[in-house]
């Protein structure tokens, strides 16, 4: 090995990592916004994605090709209107595929946030659906929301509450049991995700709902969605550069 080589491994090995494990040092690689991750093997990773939820991937990523999200984007501020429509990249356009794909009737998100999610994925409901979005902070409080009173009806409708809370989980439990389709997109702190998946999971046995999780990439999701106990795929190249991840049941 090259001396050169050498010496960049040994600092590597000998430099200094705070608590999270990520290192405290910029990552090797330049760009807009970049941030550390991990890269692990697909061969013990269990359960692995069923040949159905492969199908809905190519599909949806098919159709994500074609959708144009226009009136989501004309909101948005010029400094993040591109995200709306970037696609690979960002999720937006997938979000609104897989409800094109899905046809579903109820979707959940959780973390409504500027509404970027909402509206896009209500752009593709079929008749009569509609979106049931949480979060723990009104719409209207969110700095540069893209949300308006007048989108709020039988298509889209926000609550508030903390989906992690075994109360609150169980108060929105026929909401959730009826929702086809889910988007996660919490605050990635460790605590919310896994609480909520320990009370989401039996519920998404029971009915075989779709899920896509947000950011999947970051350090603190990586394990999360490593275990996450039911068929899984990871949708980065068609979605969110800092990760997505779809799982059904079967």
């Not at 896009?120 to 209207?140: M, N």
């Amino acid at each position: 090995m090259p001396a050169r080589r050498l010496l960049s491994l040994l600092r590597e090995r000998l430099a200094p990592r705070p608590a999270s494990g990520v290192p405290d040092y910029p990552p090797p690689v330049r760009a807009r916004h970049v941030v550390w991750s991990a890269i692990s093997s697909a061969d013990d990773l269990v359960p692995g994605p069923t040949p159905e939820l492969l199908d809905l991937a190519l599909e949806a990523a098919r159709r994500a090709r074609e959708v144009r999200l226009d009136a989501v984007a004309e909101r948005a501020v010029p400094a993040e209107r591109a995200w709306v429509q970037q696609w690979p990249g960002e999720h937006y356009r997938l979000l609104a595929a897989l409800v094109d794909t899905l046809q579903p009737r109820n979707v959940v998100e959780v973390g409504t946030f500027t509404g970027m999610g909402s509206l896009s994925l209500r752009e593709r409901l079929p008749a009569g659906g509609r979106v049931v979005t949480y979060d723990i902070i009104p719409w209207e409080r969110i700095p540069g929301t893209l949300l308006r009173a007048e989108d709020f009806g039988p298509s889209l409708e926000q609550r508030m509450g903390n989906l992690a809370d075994p109360a609150y989980f169980a108060s929105q439990e026929e909401t959730l049991a009826s929702a086809e389709l889910l988007f996660v997109d919490g605050p990635k702190d460790g605590v919310f995700e896994p609480a909520f998946a320990r009370l989401l999971v039996p519920l998404l046995e029971r009915t075989g709902a779709t899920v896509v999780f947000d950011d999947i990439r970051l350090p603190v999701m990586l394990q999360f969605w490593r275990d996450f106990p039911l068929p899984k795929l990871d949708m980065t190249s068609f979605g969110h550069w800092s990760g997505t991840g779809l799982a059904r049941r079967g």
